[in-house]
Nanobody
Framework: QVQLVESGGGSVQTGGSLRLSCAAS????????MGWFRQAPGKEREWVAR????????AYVDSVKGRFTISQDKAKNTVDLQMNSLKPEDTAMYFC???????????????WGQGTQVTVSS
């Protein structure tokens, strides 16, 4: 059973940076990819970024391309999300996620972290 624990959220001003980290335990070969999702109050959970464990392939939602970078450390079983040039619309609860096939849809996620809050003020 994979367990995910996020850290690194906080409050920043517009243009600032934050780095989120996700520590995975019980990480097995059945976990094909890891991703980050976010959910703002009153909105649906939105996929943000994903990375495939074996290939290292990454992908991002259009709204964060060029600003966010997802990376992994397979030795440490961690997945990070570096967020630069943050905007108020990035404010949300951010969730780490693991999937056995793909990670760009909430329906494909098999394990969720507890979430970490990111607040960007103007």
């Amino acid at each position: 059973q994979v367990q995910l624990v996020e850290s690194g959220g906080g409050s920043v001003q517009t243009g600032g940076s934050l780095r989120l980290s996700c520590a995975a335990s019980g990480y097995t070969s059945s976990t094909a990819c890891m991703g980050w999702f976010r959910q703002a109050p009153g909105k649906e959970r939105e996929w943000v970024a994903r990375i495939y464990r074996n290939s290292g392939f990454t992908a991002y939602v259009d709204s964060v391309k060029g600003r966010f970078t997802i990376s992994q450390d397979k030795a440490k079983n961690t997945v990070d999300l570096q967020m630069n040039s943050l905007k108020p619309e990035d404010t949300a609860m951010y969730f780490c996620a693991a999937g056995k096939t793909y990670c760009n849809s909430a329906t494909a996620i098999t394990t969720w972290g507890q979430g970490t809050q990111v607040t960007v003020s103007s």
